[in-house]
T-cell receptor
Framework: SQQGEEDPQALSIQEGENATMNCSYK?????LQWYRQNSGRGLVHLIL?????REKHSGRLRVTLDTSKKSSSLLITASRAADTASYFC???????????FGSGTRLQVQP | DTGVSQDPRHKITKRGQNVTFRCDPI?????LYWYRQTLGQGPEFLTY????????KSRLLSDRFSAERPKGSFSTLEIQRTEQGDSAMYLC?????????????FGDGTRLSIL
């Protein structure tokens, strides 16, 4: 079963708008990671946030983590058509090396 | 290109045949992972190596599946007596050893289609 659950499952926005995706999980975590996947390709690591961090930025990406609510969000600001992809959160459970992925948010950015 | 490479990119085979996939990780990475991904879903963990030692296996990895990493470099994933339900994208990833879980670097996968 997949522990990380993303919301929404699909999101369609116009270029220039912001896109927000949410991830909820169930267990204690070491860290939480966000990945992007273009159609037919492998996943690309975007950002890692540790359990003792609350917010992290990387370029147009902003990730927040609320361990009390067991949730995280990914914000992409000023979206571009090239941001069109599926975005996955991945849970790094304490004591395990493998990641547990959610089912993803499919983002479509209209030019 | 020094990323993770997987071979072949596509494999079409008849039910009941055996298939083998290869993964070449980033050279300095000592951790290697195999995942399976079906359409519309996120990757599901199959197995993990640290150097040549297979340290964790998922319940998804039935006895028809076997993975090896003989010299701690490349890895192979074999599926014996393939079934329709084995159709999926098989992804390999590698990472550095370090405290906690490091970012994983993925290959572009091998797409398996069972006829």
């Amino acid at each position: 079963s997949q522990q990380g659950e993303e919301d929404p499952q699909a999101l369609s926005i116009q270029e220039g708008e912001n896109a927000t995706m949410n991830c909820s999980y169930k267990t204690s975590i070491n860290n939480l990671q966000w990945y992007r996947q273009n159609s037919g390709r492998g996943l690309v690591h975007l950002i890692l946030i540790r359990s003792n961090e609350r917010e992290k930025h990387s370029g147009r990406l902003r990730v927040t983590l609320d361990t009390s609510k067991k949730s995280s969000s990914l914000l992409i600001t000023a979206s571009r058509a090239a941001d069109t992809a599926s975005y996955f959160c991945a849970i790094a459970d304490t004591g395990r090396r493998a990641l547990t992925f959610g089912s993803g948010t499919r983002l479509q950015v209209q030019p | 290109d020094t990323g993770v490479s997987q071979d072949p990119r596509h494999k079409i085979t008849k039910r009941g045949q055996n298939v083998t996939f290869r993964c070449d990780p980033i050279s300095e990475h000592n951790r290697l992972y195999w995942y399976r991904q079906t359409l519309g879903q996120g990757p599901e963990f199959l197995t993990y190596f640290q150097n040549e030692a297979q340290l964790e296996k998922s319940r998804l990895l039935s006895d028809r599946f076997s993975a090896e990493r003989p010299k701690g470099s490349f890895s192979t994933l074999e599926i014996q007596r393939t079934e329709q339900g084995d159709s999926a994208m098989y992804l390999c990833a590698s990472s550095l050893e370090g405290q906690g879980n490091q970012p994983q670097h993925f290959g572009d996968g091998t797409r398996l289609s069972i006829l």
